[in-house]
Nanobody, 121 residues
């Protein structure tokens, strides 16, 4: 049974940085296509940063390009997210997800419980 646990969400001022992480247990992080999703209050879930199972391909939503970087630490079996120049519109609950076959999918097989990111203006 694969489990994902996010941490690192926080309240930060506009222009600040955060580095959420997603600890993977039950299997290796490099056995899955991994993604970061977020859901703001009253809005739909959106995939904003994803990594292929090989780790050679990444995808970013236009609104986070140049500000966010997805990576994985295979030694620690974790998915990471570096978020810089945060904006109030980045405020949301952030989830990591894993799927053995599908990349950046809203129907990914495994999901974490989410971590809250709040950016004050």
């Amino acid at each position: 049974q694969v489990q994902l646990v996010e941490s690192g969400g926080d309240l930060v001022e506009s222009g600040g940085s955060l580095r959420p992480s997603c600890a993977v247990s039950g299997d290796r992080v490099d056995e899955y296509a991994m993604g970061w999703f977020r859901q703001a209050s009253g809005k739909e879930l959106e995939a904003f940063s994803c990594m292929s199972r090989s780790g050679t391909s990444t995808r970013y939503l236009e609104s986070v390009k140049g500000r966010f970087t997805i990576s994985r630490d295979e030694a620690k079996n974790m998915l990471l997210l570096q978020m810089n120049n945060l904006k109030p519109e980045d405020t949301a609950v952030y989830f990591c997800a894993a799927d053995r076959f599908y990349y950046c999918s809203g129907t990914s097989e495994y999901w974490g419980q989410g971590t809250q990111v709040t950016v004050s203006s």
